[in-house]
């Protein structure tokens, strides 16, 4: 399915703003507190969970600037938020070079 150009720039806005809610999210809560659910089906069925359980608890802890019990959470927390924000970056900064360039278009031409 091809998306069209108004398509596109509100789903990458839409990404970037999912992405961005998540990462505030994770800044606000309290990573020490007790762990009432997971959306990770292993930890469901698995007590040790999976490979990537506790990542969101080593954001958490790192944006807080607690660095050594993010990397006792997860040792990849920080690769991850730098790929997250990177991520972000991208999807803004593409929205917004075609948001001004389709913009132009419609005034000038």
Do not use: D
Not at 45 to 73: T, Y
Not at 81 to 100: A, G
């Amino acid at each position: 399915m091809k998306l069209n150009r108004y398509t596109a720039k509100f789903s990458y806005l839409a990404e970037a703003g999912l992405w961005l809610t998540g990462l505030t999210l994770l800044a606000l809560m309290n990573p020490e507190g007790e762990h009432l659910f997971s959306f990770c089906p292993y930890s469901w069925i698995l007590e040790s969970g999976c490979i990537g359980c506790g990542i969101g608890h080593g954001i958490s802890f790192l944006l807080k600037g607690n660095l050594q019990a993010s990397w006792e959470a997860h040792s990849l927390a920080a690769p991850a938020l730098l790929v997250l924000l990177w991520r972000c970056w991208q999807l803004l900064r593409w929205h917004f070079r075609h948001f001004n360039l389709l913009t132009l278009n419609k005034h000038h031409g």
